[in-house]
């Protein structure tokens, strides 16, 4: 959510982070006196959205009648219709369709299908028309959660664009596969001059029984800076010289690992900074962690954490731990985690308690190294 990433340090240096003896922790050290300062105002949030070159801002904060100049012509669902307001969570078997909260503060408004009431039908809004004066990147937050997978090809999620009257072209399109609500970002380049609509579609089918939601929000036009370069009439005094052009510098190709590539993904339940993990190696006489993550450096919540480490040829453990006892899945939340050998699944998880412990993927065994295939010989040849 924004009200945790604005506590969130970007660099290296404004973590403080710590130096190790083990390359593989990963441990960083907040700044303490920015998280107790004052909570933000839902204006200061809307500030860091944008720099003061941001010609549009659309986060329907102080909307207290109607839909902020969107519409819902055309729209052709019988419930489930857009309307602004603060997001009510919606689970169900175990997938988030709704989330609990808008984009902006985590607690104010987005444009969302209408709460506990999911879509029936396609429904539909339209933007107001956004004008454009400069070349410029249209950016957009959105969530869409689908139950089910594969029960009604009339289920599906569309966010399209519209310049200058034009056909609408798709940003997002997803079909009928089960999709867990999270805010995400699209964006678009957009040419100065033009005109933008934004449209969003919602579509639970005819089949019985699934449950489709969707919303956006934070809807921010930025100029890049990038407009075409003007030429001159005036002839130059001196003639330009050629340019020189340096010789490219051939990019390396990526280091092998010489032992086992292990990859942790962990998705953020609502609070991640409880959330902590271990991968140890059981091949010695006691066991070793080769790679960590601990408490308080997972610290936003509903991410997509990715961590790859090359660590020695073993036998591994996972272990997954929660400060709190309530695992990253369910009641706050719906977070899982996976580990990857080598590109292959080993671990999966997301219902637990304190603590969790994978069964041993891995061998102690070396690796058996291949013997040099012998010189090839000539047959002997007939007259």
């Not at 809807?219 to 001159?232: E, L, M, R, Y």
């Not at 280091?255 to 902590?276: A, F, H, K, Q, R």
């Not at 993990?277 to 960590?292: F, H, R, S, Y």
């Not at 610290?299 to 020695?312: A, F, N, R, W």
């Amino acid at each position: 959510g924004i009200e945790q990433g604005l506590y969130v340090l970007q660099s290296s240096n404004d973590f403080g982070v710590e130096s190790s003896t083990n390359n593989n922790v990963r441990k960083r050290k907040l700044d303490t006196n920015r998280i107790l300062q004052e909570e933000p105002t839902a204006a200061d949030i809307r500030r860091s959205l944008q720099d003061a070159s941001c010609s549009t801002i659309q986060d329907f904060e102080l909307v207290t009648t109607g839909l902020d100049g969107w519409s819902t012509a055309g729209s052709t669902c019988t419930r489930g219709t857009f309307e602004v307001g603060t997001p009510t969570q919606v689970i169900e078997a175990c997938v988030m369709t709704q989330l609990g909260g808008d984009h902006t503060t985590g607690s104010g408004k987005a444009l969302y299908s209408a709460p506990n009431n999911d879509v029936r039908g396609e429904c539909m809004a339209t933007s107001p028309v956004y004008s454009v004066t400069e070349n410029s990147i249209l950016s957009a937050w959105y969530f869409h959660g689908q139950r089910d997978t594969g029960d009604d090809a009339g289920d599906y999620f569309r966010l399209e664009k519209s310049v200058d009257g034009g056909d609408w072209s798709a940003l997002v399109s997803i079909g009928d596969v089960s999709m867990r609500a999270t805010w995400t970002k699209v964006t678009t380049n957009v040419d100065g001059g033009s005109n933008i609509r934004l449209r969003v579609r919602a579509s639970d089918g005819s089949a019985a029984g699934d449950t489709v939601e969707a919303g956006i929000d934070d809807i921010v036009i930025c100029p890049t800076g990038t407009a075409s370069p003007t030429t001159s009439s005036v002839p130059s005094k001196e003639p330009t010289p050629n340019p020189t052009t340096a010789e490219p510098t051939p990019t390396p190709p990526p280091t092998p690992c010489p032992g086992m590539e292990i990859t942790v993904d962990i998705l953020t339940d609502n609070w991640p900074l409880e959330t902590s993990w271990k991968l140890i190696n059981t091949c010695g006489t006691t066991d070793q962690t080769e790679a960590l993550v601990e408490a308080g450096d997972l610290d936003v919540k509903g991410e997509q954490y990715s961590d790859t480490y090359c660590l020695p040829s073993a036998e591994y453990r996972f272990e997954i731990s929660d400060t709190y006892g309530d695992g990253i899945c369910c009641d706050y939340g719906i977070g899982n985690y996976e580990v990857f050998l080598d590109g292959e699944l080993e671990v999966s998880g997301a219902v637990f308690a304190f603590l969790e412990r994978s069964e041993t993927f891995g061998s102690c065994d070396p690796l058996p190294t291949n013997s040099p295939s012998p010189a090839p010989t000539n047959l002997p040849t007939t007259s």
